[in-house]
């Protein structure tokens, strides 16, 4: 199975700044993305972005495009979301995520998560 470990997170200030990372381990596979999801209490877990395998294509929510930015380093397996400008609106649980194929928005389609890590953003 595909592992994912998560780091980052933390309590920061609006309008400033944090970094994800997500490491992944196990098999690998030619045609695959890499996602980022985020939950807040009580509300339904929402797409935030992906990249995929292969050309490092970049997919993003509406509510997240030109303050995050999704990055990948195949060489440590490493998946990173930065995160800028962040508004209170921004805290949740971040979750990243693992399927085989193309770019899905919809949670139900991927395969392996990690645990989670908690963004606060105080205003």
């Known amino acids: 199975q595909v592992q994912l470990a998560e780091s980052g997170g933390g309590l920061v200030q609006a309008g400033g700044s944090l970094r994800l990372s997500c490491a992944a381990s196990g098999p690998t596979f030619s045609s695959y993305v890499m996602g980022w999801f985020r939950q807040a209490p009580e509300k339904e877990r929402e797409f935030v972005g992906a990249i995929t395998s292969s050309r490092s294509f970049t997919n993003y929510a509406d509510s997240v495009k030109g303050r995050f930015t999704i990055s990948r380093d195949n060489a440590k397996n490493t998946m990173y979301l930065q995160m800028n400008s962040l508004k209170p609106e921004d805290t949740a649980v971040y979750y990243c995520?693992?399927?085989?194929?193309?770019?899905?928005?919809?949670?139900?389609?991927?395969?392996?998560w990690g645990q989670g890590t908690q963004v606060t953003v105080s205003s």
């Open positions: 995520a693992f399927k085989v194929g193309g770019i899905v928005t919809r949670a139900f389609a991927y395969d392996y």
